[in-house]
């Protein structure tokens, strides 16, 4: 790849950073398996990249709120197109498809572990776990999202990327390593490659690599996608929405590459880092003790060696031995004061920009999620100086424009016009969103109460269930009855109320019968 030497000094730069964190997320190149990773003397990067990396996962992907949205377009909403009645149907068919799409999602990993025989498969938050890691520590990572949502994550050193002057991917070049058993029998053919060759191979010397470059067409304004294996095209794709998408810290306009958070902090990182060192060394040094023997010693080193309880000779006045002595750096403790003020000092200071011991949400039963969602999303706003709402952009967007792509390829989406349907990806206490409305809703019925009921004939009480339900996220099948069953049973209780009515009428109509001709009886 051309683009590789380009990337090179950022990438020790990345390496760098990892050392002081997470090691074995970027490690050097051509590291084998059986190699020691570097050794760190502290454990705070590691702690405060862990601390970021969750707090970051559970703002961007909540578990119990939805992160993405389908909204009708403004135009479509309010342009009058559709009746009321017919926008509710539609607003209902598109949280339909979201509970779709987060379930999908959601269960990737185990769907492909059953089609794979049970292999190990990340899940999509184990996935973007690792994304995040990756974003933190090294700046940024490529994700790969599948037609069945499975999500491919890729470290720094598995790809390159080409951006223009704004900062928009021109191309991605990635490699891998793969079996080329996993091929299907039509791309071996356009590899070159035998199977019946290939099988009588141990798995390590029939692994081939794998190129795919990921090209944007200005002109087509689409993705051309190839693949090559042992210099040969096997695959070739075009595709509106591409599956390949970035996930930058900070990007410098110009730069192909991110800087990420561990970046702004390696000087830190490695004067503590340094500082931990020397306090150990000082430690073990001033931990030391030598016995010393004067010249004129009785005593003989093997003396020193032996068990405990062992006599031997040496000059012994008033009971102290006089010719033996121990040599240690104990007194000497105290000069290291300074250099353990000044490790505390990095350590605070670290440990506040990362969040490390933070707990600013008040102790309360009333404490509302919207709280503890706005107090993270500040403290992680002021931890990633601003950044972390780009990165949750980057990290959600592509997600959820490509779930949007593969449900319109399997025509799983309501037909409307084209650019009626927008999707809105929820950050932080925009998640809660649908939450503060349904909150809303409660207010304004128990207000309508209050007025009366003139007040409350003004709501459509169907709707308002349908609606709040929605709001909730409860889809529960058969829970709130549809507006056909509504119907029905309107017709059942008219049909059952008509009968009623005619029973009565009928033996009402018997019993004047029956009374007209008992009566000339009476009378004779």
Known sequence: MDADGQRQQILDTARECAKLTKPWALTKQGQQASEPLPKTFQNMGADGVTNIVGRVHAAVFPSETPWL??????????????????????????????????????????????????????????????????????????????????????????????????????????RETIDPLSLTDEQLAKAELRYDELKEKDVGDREKDIFTFVDWQPRSRSWLITQEVNDRIINETEEKITPYFSVPYELIPGENYARGFIEQKSPDLRSLNEGKMHLLNWAA???????????????????????????WRGRVENGMVMDVGFFHLGGKLNDVGFLAQFVAQIESRLGASMLIGSESV?????????????????????????????????????????????????????????????????????????????SAMLDMAQVAQMLGPEALRKI????????????????????IKTNDQLAREAQEAQAQFAQQEATKAAMSVAGNVAQQAIAPQQLG
């Open 460 to 479: 459509d009480t169907a709707v308002f269930v349908d609606v709040y339900a929605r709001l909730r996220g409860v889809n529960e099948p058969a829970l």
């Open 285 to 311: 040094l001033a931990a030391k003790a030598h016995p010393v023997l004067d010249y004129s010693s009785l005593a003989q080193e093997e003396d020193l060696l032996k068990e405990s309880g062992k006599p």
């Open 362 to 438: 008040r102790k309360s039963e009333r404490t509302t999620a919207f709280e503890v969602a706005r107090i993270t999303l500040e403290q992680l706003q002021g931890a990633l100086g601003g950044f972390y709402t780009p990165m949750a952009d980057a990290l959600q967007i592509p997600l959820a424009h490509r779930s949007k792509h593969i449900l319109e390829k399997r025509n799983l989406l309501p037909s409307l016009p084209k650019g009626a349907i927008r999707v809105r990806t929820l950050t932080g206490t925009a998640a809660l969103e649908r939450e503060s409305q349904a």
């Open 69 to 174: 949205r389908y909204d009708l377009s403004p135009e479509l909403r309010y342009g009058g197109s559709f009746a009321d009645e017919q926008l509710q149907a539609i607003e209902q068919a598109l949280f339909t498809h979201e509970m779709l799409v987060m379930a999908m999602i959601e269960s990737c990993g185990m769907a492909r572990a059953d089609e794979y025989g049970n292999r190990h498969i990340n899940s999509f938050r184990t996935s973007q776990i690792n994304a995040i890691n990756q974003v933190v520590i090294t700046g940024e990572t490529l994700e790969y999202m599948d037609d069945d949502f499975g999500i491919t994550v890729y470290r720094r050193d598995q790809y390159v990327t080409k951006r223009d002057s704004t900062c928009a991917v021109q191309y991605h070049g990635i």
